[in-house]
């Protein structure tokens, strides 16, 4: 067999066997849900629902009211306790590996919402106490404390529940006593404007969330998701199949199937597909987090299967 129809057979070898273990990784993949009366992170099957235990031990740790999970740039867990620490855990077996962020770190006092912005660092919104209505910047390698990128009550900023970085790469925070969301520049935290203003939306702002350029806003009150155009401002308002009327949205994730998840206040996580809902839990579900795919593991041992079939072939 000639150099150039081996190469040729890697390839078209590996493409395939890359397709393959994509589907089988999606299918794979399981959801957590932050369980914050129970102290500990939840896991099911991200096919059928079925639970699966706890990932994270009730407690581990010394664990207390989990109020958002999120996965960092390196595999790790990251689970932000109400009262102000963030823990972190392997992210493959849930084992409790130390606290990223301790107790009153950069004044940190109560947490609900986190995320790591384009440059990997940890963002962390305080919603209240000592650190007051701000959001903070922890070394996203050591948890070290680095300043406060939007100052305490900058723009009239007021409980802020969630934050996410948006494609323009501003800062859009959720403030939930503002009923509104506030847009600050992602460098230097400036207060820019209210991007979602409370005329627009009406009660508590809840949970955010980017899908492409789209602005995704649920609230504390009800079942309504508006979504909004980071240039255009604001399209629609929709409500998730199997999701209850009465009770307010505390986090959306996008599957990676590219559908969306939310978690109710109702004790259950609804879905954009039906069935729906696709949890109905024993407990109100806090924050939810789809597991990650080892893509690069996954891809060094497909090359290495392929190469070893074609060399045994040409023997």
Sequence with gaps: MSKFRIVLSVVVMVL?????????????Q????ANEAGNAVMRYDGVTGASLGAFVAAGSGGLSSPEDIKF???GSLYVAGYFGTVKKYNGSTGAYIGDFVTSGSGGVSNIIGMTFGPDNNLYIANFAGT???SVKKYNGSTGAYMGDLVTNGSGGLANPRDLKFGPDGKLYVAGLSNYAVKRYDGTTGAYIDDFVPASYLGQQAAAVLFRGNV????N?????????????GYVDTFTLPGSYAGAGTYDMIESPDGRLYAAEAAARVTR????????SLGYVPSAIAWTPVPEPMTMSLLVSGAVMMLLRRRK
Aim: proline share 6%; charged share 10%.
């Design 16 to 28: 395939v066997l890359a397709g393959l273990a994509s589907l089988a990784n999606a299918a794979a």
């Design 72 to 74: 960092g740039p390196d």
């Design 215 to 218: 602005l995704y806003v649920s």
């Design 30 to 33: 399981d959801l957590l849900v």
């Design 220 to 232: 504390m009150a009800n079942n309504d998701i508006q979504r909004y155009d980071v240039t255009t």
């Design 131 to 133: 650190g007051g209505s």
């Design 272 to 279: 954009s597909i039906l069935p729906s809902p696709f949890l």
